[in-house]
């Protein structure tokens, strides 16, 4: 059974730093392209960033470039998204999600996932 839990969200003054990661089981996530997602209340799922098997490639939202970093360690199957610079605009919900790859793809849809985490709490102050 596959199963992805983010942690390492919380409440942060703007300009701050968090690190966020996602542990995968059942999976051999080598395999696996990844991504986090991002909901704020009232609005879409909005792709963030995204991964390719093996961290071959790697893709990120207008919004975030230069300030987010995401990175993978298949040995510690784990994901992370190093957020810099943060902004009240980036308080969401973020979710992490993967999908079997058959290249070194970064899916940035929703759609094009079929594992999601439950999501964890990321809230800038101003």
């Known amino acids: 059974q596959v199963q992805l839990v983010e942690s390492g969200g919380g409440l942060v003054q703007a300009g701050g730093s968090l690190r966020l990661s996602c542990g995968a089981s059942g999976v051999t996530l080598s395999s696996y392209s990844m991504g986090w997602f991002r909901q704020a209340p009232g609005k879409e799922r909005e792709f963030v960033a995204a991964?390719?098997?093996?961290?071959?490639?790697?893709y990120k939202a207008d919004s975030v470039n230069g300030r987010f970093t995401i990175s993978r360690d298949d040995a510690k199957s784990t994901v992370y998204l190093q957020m810099n610079s943060l902004k009240p605009e980036d308080t969401a919900v973020y979710y992490c999600?993967?999908?079997?790859?058959?290249?070194?793809?970064?899916?940035?849809?929703?759609?094009?996932?079929?594992?999601w985490g439950q999501g964890t709490q990321v809230t800038v102050s101003s």
């Open positions: 999600a993967g999908k079997v790859a058959n290249s070194f793809e970064t899916p940035r849809t929703p759609t094009q996932y079929k594992y």
């Open positions: 991964i390719s098997r093996r961290g071959g490639n790697t």
